[in-house]
C-alpha cells in the first residue's frame, strides 16, 4: 500500500460510503403534548362546573356524576400521555436543555392524581399550567 | 482484498435503535458468508423488503426461525416474554396491544428496532430471509468515548 491508498482507506473509515438506517416511516411528529393539554383543560372544565352545580335534583345528581367520570378519565389520560411523551420522545440531550423534565413530569403525575381524588379547582388549574409548562418544553426542542 | 471485503465500515442514521445506537455513530458490518449462523439479539443489516434499491436497513433479531413471534413493544417468542437487557428498562409496559402475529419461515428472522415506539420493522414489513441479510454489526468504532464490540446475548 502506497500512501495515498492508506489515505484513502483511512478517509474511508471516519466517513464511510455506505449508510445503513435504523428505519422509521412514521415521522416524529407523531408526538404531540396537544392532547395532554386538552385533557387537562378537560380536567377543569369539568372541575368547574362540579363547583357551579347544584346536585339537588335527579337530574342534576346525573349531570354531576358525569362531570365526575369525565374528570376521572381526562386526569388519567393527561398522566398516559405526558408519560409517553417523557418516555418515548426525550432524550438525553434534551434533558440537559431542560434539567427540571424529570420534576416536571413528577409534578404532573401527582398533581394529575391530586384531581382524580379531589374536588378542587385550583388542582384543576395547576394541571393544566403544569401541562402547558410541559408543552412548551417539548416544542422548545423541536425549534 | 478478500479478507477485507468480509468488513464494510457503515455509518448509522436514524432513531430507531436507540439507546443502543445513536446517530453518527460508525460501525463496522461483517459480511454475511454461506456458514454464517445469527442469533437473537444480533445487530444485522439488510436491504428494506419493501424496496430492492432502498436504504440499507439496521435492526436487531428477536426472532428465530420456525418460532412464533408476537410482538408489540414487548415479544414474545412461542409464548413467552422475552427479555430484553438491551433495551435497559426502557420499554413501558403499558402497552401490551400485540401485533404482527407470525409464524417465522424456515429461513426467516424477525427483526425490531430497540426503540419500539419509532421503528419501522417486521412489525411492519414482515420477516427477513436469511439470503437478503448483508451483515452483522459487529463493532461500533467510533466515536471514541463509545467504541467497542456489539454485545451478543444468547
Redesign the interface.
Known amino acids: 500500500m502506497n500512501f495515498n491508498q492508506i489515505s484513502v482507506a483511512l478517509q474511508?473509515?471516519?466517513?464511510?460510503e455506505?449508510?445503513?438506517?435504523?428505519?422509521?416511516?412514521?415521522p416524529?411528529g407523531?408526538y404531540d403534548p396537544k392532547d395532554a393539554q386538552l385533557a387537562a383543560e378537560t380536567v377543569e372544565k369539568m372541575m368547574t362546573l362540579m363547583d357551579g352545580i347544584d346536585a339537588g335534583s335527579k337530574a342534576t345528581r346525573n349531570s354531576f356524576i358525569r362531570y365526575v367520570a369525565a374528570k376521572e378519565l381526562h386526569a388519567e389520560k393527561v398522566k398516559?400521555e405526558v408519560?409517553?411523551i417523557w418516555?418515548?420522545y426525550f432524550?438525553p440531550e434534551h434533558l440537559e436543555k431542560f434539567p427540571d423534565l424529570h420534576a416536571k413530569v413528577w409534578q404532573i403525575m401527582k398533581t394529575a392524581s391530586a384531581c382524580r381524588q379531589g374536588a378542587e379547582v385550583t388542582d384543576a388549574v395547576n394541571l393544566r399550567q403544569q401541562v402547558d409548562e410541559f408543552a412548551d418544553m417539548f416544542w422548545a426542542t423541536k425549534s | 482484498m478478500g479478507a477485507l471485503s468480509a468488513w464494510m465500515p457503515v455509518s448509522f442514521q436514524g432513531d430507531s435503535m436507540r439507546p443502543t445506537l445513536i446517530p453518527g455513530d460508525r460501525l463496522l458490518v461483517k459480511r454475511s458468508q454461506s456458514d454464517t449462523k445469527y442469533q437473537r439479539g444480533d445487530i444485522i443489516v439488510f436491504r428494506d423488503p419493501r424496496d430492492s434499491s432502498g436504504p440499507l436497513i439496521i435492526k436487531r433479531i428477536v426472532g428465530l426461525p420456525k418460532e412464533s413471534i408476537r410482538a408489540s413493544r414487548l415479544v414474545y417468542v412461542n409464548g413467552q416474554l422475552l427479555t430484553e437487557p438491551y433495551l435497559e428498562g426502557l420499554v413501558d409496559q403499558f402497552d401490551g396491544s400485540a401485533r404482527g402475529v407470525n409464524r417465522i419461515g424456515n429461513t426467516s428472522y424477525f427483526v425490531m428496532g430497540d426503540n419500539r415506539s419509532a421503528s419501522t420493522d417486521s412489525r411492519d414489513f414482515g420477516v427477513i430471509d436469511e439470503s437478503k441479510i448483508f451483515g452483522r454489526a459487529v463493532l461500533r468504532y467510533l466515536p471514541i468515548a463509545r467504541a467497542r464490540k456489539l454485545k451478543r446475548y444468547h
Open positions: 474511508r473509515i471516519v466517513n464511510p455506505i449508510t445503513v438506517q435504523g428505519h422509521c416511516d412514521v416524529c407523531i398516559h408519560r409517553i418516555g418515548d432524550k
